[in-house]
């Protein structure tokens, strides 16, 4: 091939939809190529004109009209337009203008109909023409743990008890077929019901339990206790299980969450099979299951810190093995979790049992279960309603003394904003926290804003839930039911914008060492989370993951059709963006940041930035029609 078709192909291949086509195909496109020219602000398209070519950008950019003249999109190198003219009748329906001299490789309709024979390059040209979307819908085919389904984890049937099995018999079981733990059942009169199956002779079972050869060893051998006793007797009743058509994502998560090591499987409502650890990590490319269940091991805050470089290596390896930054955030979330519960565990066992009942609660990114590997401390403790002062403050100020010290010691820096049990407004009886949430939504201003935009993503780490329940209760039915806080919160969100020009270029800053950056964090991941936040408020959702709270308010069609999507894909790239360039720091032994230089990411990549913060700058533009703010 000549040089300069050698160099249309390396381009095209670098760009979607083209970097999934057949080299073959590929090298039929280039070779049918017309290479065009338009100086700036000449008209490509007019609208209604035919159209016989698919338009790709080599450089110079163009702008797209809607018919009654507004601005549609902006589109730079590596973009193309007339698809849908193409797919249409052939005839234009956006108008197109260079507004740079530019350069366009022409693709023959004939061409562009043998392209669209190809499923993915078919789907990219009919939907959205996204090459945001096409770039992490590829990242997540491309994952194993996200597409290998639960069910092929599975090489045997679960071995299943009634509850009134003695506990000999059970064992005498688990040892004859050579498992290491059984499904607990009973017999069910309803099939409706929740938890009942029906088994393979016709009979309806309900599902108990689970009892494995750890119970039985702590339980029955170590205690001396008596075998003739019911098997159900050494089961709570509580049960974490997944549907076997689930990723083995969900199952690493499921496990990551719940701190256990089996999880049994369900077709629908029977059981098919019990899955261990061990048999996802041959899935698993990071050590974060055993990360997470090693942090329990631990006898001291020593210990715990030395898991630091662990912690990071297991980040790292989830970077590289392409995991998506939902995985990453999850595992990353999961670990914090488990560190924070231990932490105050070993507080509890030098303090003593806490007088009353409470509970630790956690916010931002932690509750949301997007943690990065770097983030500092947002807690709080939600105390029962005896809670006197006199009596029980000192014993919680030490409980949350030495939590915050111990997390600092693990690399959760303290927070410069003093979002920590520690600070005597943060280590209230719930009837207090219920006032602050209550005065903070019937009475918004700048402080109570800042306020709910911290307090409004919590969730239970420690203790009793139900205290932390109740406020997430009070949320979703008080914030929905306030029109003047949530267009306060709307126009909140405004004061941070993403960092675009008018010409879709990076509107930078300059860091300490004069290098021009964009903060990551700062102006393209905490704007979306904002945005979703307003959307999730007003729909009463009570989820606090940013994508869980995109499907509530997908349900409650309060966003134009499409617009999830985008603001999914969008959260999803920008967060990885981040992880990326900080799993990169680490390996470089370089301090951890959110600063992003643009000239050192790719191409493609900065496209994509661009079209993720084009998706952030219009919703927030939708906030502000669709809660309107009056004082």
């Known amino acids: 091939m000549e040089a300069e078709l050698r160099e249309i192909h390396d381009h095209l291949s670098q760009h979607p939809p083209f970097d999934t086509v057949l080299d073959e195909l590929l090298d039929d496109v280039v070779g049918n190529i017309e290479i065009t020219y338009f100086k700036a602000d000449s008209m490509i398209l007019e609208q209604g004109q035919s159209i016989h070519a698919l338009s790709y950008i ?10 009654n003249g507004e601005l549609y999109d902006r589109l730079e190198e590596g973009d193309i337009f007339g698809q849908f003219g193409l797919l249409r009748q052939r005839k234009v329906r956006f108008p197109v203008k260079a507004i740079e001299d530019t350069l366009l490789y022409q693709i023959p309709k004939t061409i562009f109909e043998r392209l669209c024979d190809d499923d993915s390059f078919a789907d990219f040209v009919e939907l959205s023409g996204s090459r945001l979307k096409s770039t992490v819908d590829g990242s997540l085919r491309e994952n194993d743990l996200m597409t290998t389904r639960v069910r092929k984890l599975i090489s045997r049937l679960p071995q299943m008890v009634e509850t009134t099995v003695s506990i000999q018999e059970t064992a005498r079981l688990m040892t004859e077929n050579v498992v290491s733990s059984v499904l607990l059942i009973e017999p069910a009169d309803e099939e409706d019901s929740d938890g009942v199956f029906r088994g393979d002779e016709g009979g309806l079972w309900r599902l108990k339990g689970m009892v494995t050869d750890e119970d039985l060893r702590s339980q029955v051998v170590a205690t001396g206790g008596k075998t003739d006793r019911p098997i159900g007797q050494l089961s709570d009743g509580r049960l974490i299980t997944i549907q076997s058509d689930e990723s083995v994502n969900e199952a690493m998560m499921a496990m990551l969450r719940n701190h256990i090591q089996r999880l049994p499987v369900l077709h629908r409502r029977r059981p098919v099979g019990v899955i261990h650890l061990s048999d996802i990590v041959r899935y698993e490319t990071n050590s974060s299951l055993y990360l997470a269940s090693n942090i329990f091991s631990r006898s001291s805050v020593r210990d715990l810190s030395r898991l630091v470089p662990e912690i990071r290596a297991a980040f790292i390896r989830l970077v590289e093995a392409g995991s998506t930054a939902q995985m990453i955030g999850d595992a990353m979330s999961s670990i914090g979790r488990s560190l924070m519960r231990r932490l105050i565990e070993l507080a509890e066992d030098e303090l003593g049992p806490a007088p009353i009942p409470y509970c630790f609660m956690v916010h931002g990114s932690l509750a949301r279960n997007e943690q990065s590997v770097i983030t500092d401390q947002d807690n709080a403790l939600v105390l029962h309603d005896s809670f006197d002062p006199k009596q029980h403050d000192e014993y919680f100020k030490m409980l949350a ?57 919590l969730d239970a780490v420690y203790g009793d839930e139900y205290l932390v329940e109740n406020l997430q209760d009070m949320i979703a039915s008080k914030a929905r039911h306030n029109p003047r806080f949530l267009g306060a919160m709307a126009r909140n969100v405004l004061n941070r914008r993403p960092p675009l020009g008018f010409f879709r270029t990076f509107v930078m800053e300059t860091d300490g060492r004069q290098h021009k950056v964009i903060n990551i964090k700062g102006r393209g991941l905490a704007p979306i989370t904002d945005v979703i936040r307003v959307h999730a408020l007003a729909v009463g959702s009570q989820a606090q993951n940013s994508v869980e709270r995109l499907r509530d308010i997908d349900q409650a069609k309060v966003l134009p059709a499409g617009q999830v999507d985008k603001l999914q894909y969008a959260l999803e790239f920008i967060a990885l963006v981040r992880m990326r360039h900080q799993a990169l720091e680490l390996q470089n032994d370089q301090p951890i940041d959110n600063a992003i230089e643009p000239e050192n990411i790719d191409t493609a990549e900065r496209h994509n930035l661009k079209e993720a913060f084009q998706v952030v700058n219009n919703a927030q533009n939708f906030l502000r029609y669709r809660y309107p703010y009056s004082a």
């Not at 080599?58 to 018919?67: K, L």
């Not at 904003?417 to 602050?436: E, F, K, V």
């Open 58 to 67: 080599r450089s110079g950019a163009v702008e797209i009209y809607h018919y």
């Open 401 to 457: 003394q030495k939590v915050s010290d111990g997390l600092d010691a693990c690399g959760y820096e303290y927070c410069k904003g003093g979002i920590m049990a520690t600070n005597d407004d943060w280590r209230q009886p719930l009837s207090q926290w219920r006032r602050y949430f209550d005065k903070w939504i019937a009475e918004p201003d700048p402080q109570r804003l800042l306020h709910s935009c911290i307090f409004f993503d």
